[in-house]
């Protein structure tokens, strides 16, 4: 097994292969269940302040407070996460927690969707891109179709994607990293395990194992980081923008339109 050291090693030789093919490795940042600001909140806009950042907002709980913390922060973007990160799936069934599932029927689901986009949308105005992120990155895709014609414009769960739009009209970005371990209480991964799971997809992607035109996504939950993972997440952020050939990019980059893409 790598050790950490060996871990930031690997990472640097991807992207030195990257570096070589004259061609930067994209990366970009996402982080979910946004609801108030704080100190936590502070620490994540200040660490990504040369990387950008999608902050996945729960529109069914978020504070008024929030659009003040985030109003002149300019590369802080606003996404739809879901509507109240609530599970709707029959439990004990291994099914997982769903909130956009069809387990309640696509109707409720979708009135769901609207009323948490118009909170968001007259919460945050400019800074809400139209890019819905599923609760615990699941989402059925019978709803893609309805998501197109309410102006959904994107959608991103996790993994590795299957196609860059799944139907017409709509892009799927997704991330690719987690650096938190979630059974037994939420803590740091390690950096080994996670600097693993962002290698491999930078190497998959240049290897042609993996779409290589999607970014590859580093998605955090700063409510529940502990000390060693905001650590992990700022020598992150720094080593990215410092490297020749890697390069954040922009949430609004990333997420552009379809039909506005070269």
């Not at 709707?88 to 069934?93: D, E, K, N, T, V």
């Not at 895709?141 to 414009?153: E, I, K, N, S, T």
């Not at 930078?202 to 650590?231: K, S, V």
Request: charged share 20%; net charge negative; aromatic share 8%.
């Amino acid at each position: 097994m790598l050790s950490s050291d060996s871990g930031w090693v690997a990472l640097h030789e991807e992207l030195d292969q990257w570096a070589l093919k004259g061609t930067p490795a994209t990366l970009w940042w996402r982080d979910d269940d946004a609801v108030a600001p704080g100190q936590k909140l502070d620490r994540l806009m200040s660490a990504t302040s040369a990387t950008g950042l999608l902050l996945a907002v729960i529109p069914a709980h978020v504070q008024r407070a929030l659009v003040g913390a985030t109003a002149d922060v300019a590369h802080v973007f606003i996404a739809q996460h879901g509507y109240a990160h609530i599970n709707h799936a029959p439990r004990g069934q291994g099914l997982g927690a769903w909130e956009l599932g069809m387990h309640r029927g696509e109707r409720a689901v979708l009135q769901d969707l609207d009323h948490g986009r118009q909170v968001l949308e007259q919460t945050f105005g400019r800074t809400f891109l139209p890019v819905l992120v599923p609760p615990w990155n699941r989402i059925d895709a019978r709803l893609f179709d309805a998501m197109v014609a309410r102006g959904y414009q994107a959608v991103s769960a996790f993994g590795a994607r299957v196609t860059e739009s799944p139907v017409p009209g709509l892009r799927q970005v997704n991330a690719h990293c987690d650096p938190i371990r979630w059974k037994s209480g939420a803590r740091f991964a390690g950096e080994t395990k996670t600097l693993t799971q962002l290698t491999d997809h930078l190497h998959a992607r240049r290897t042609g194992n993996a779409d290589a035109l999607e970014p590859t996504g580093f998605l955090t939950h700063h409510i529940d980081l502990d000390e060693q993972g905001w650590r992990f997440c700022e020598r992150l952020a720094l080593c990215i923008a410092e490297h020749p050939g890697a390069e954040w990019c922009a949430p609004d980059s990333v997420f552009a339109p379809l039909d506005t893409l070269p």
